[in-house]
């Protein structure tokens, strides 16, 4: 599966965003798919995960009631919503496939990521 993560940009404080991640392979519909982020000098950070049918998510709790993931398996696409968005939100997000999945916050479970798309949300 090859992951290619759009929709990035910048925002005031309190707006919205929608970021996409476009999948290329026969994979996508049977692995989870998730979001997670790396603000500059951090560490990658868990964000949400959809099941591989949409039926099930997850989100950390600093992201929860702000954002949203969805999938599209006709389209091969999988979305997130972000609304409510604050400046300790910028950075780059990365979206990410696992074909099977016990932690969701464990990075080396997730077999392909996507190249990131740079948020930057101004106070």
């Known amino acids: 599966v090859q992951l290619q993560a759009s929709g990035g940009g910048l925002v005031q404080a309190g707006g919205s965003l929608r970021l996409s991640c476009a999948a290329s392979?026969?994979?996508?519909?049977?692995?989870?798919m998730a979001w997670f982020r790396q603000a500059p000098g951090k560490e990658r950070e868990f964000v949400a995960v959809?099941?591989?049918?949409?039926?099930?998510?997850y989100y950390d709790d600093s992201m929860k009631g702000r954002f949203t993931i969805s999938r599209d398996n006709a389209k091969n696409t999988m979305y997130l919503q972000m609304n409510s968005l604050k400046p300790e939100d910028t950075a780059v997000y990365y979206c990410?496939?696992?074909?099977?999945?016990?932690?969701?916050?464990?990075?080396?479970?997730?077999?392909?990521w996507g190249q990131g798309t740079l948020v930057t949300v101004s106070s």
């Open positions: 990410a496939a696992a074909l099977s999945l016990s932690d969701y916050y464990n990075l080396q479970q997730y077999n392909y």
């Open positions: 392979g026969r994979t996508f519909s049977s692995s989870f």
């Open positions: 959809i099941s591989r049918t949409g039926i099930f998510t």
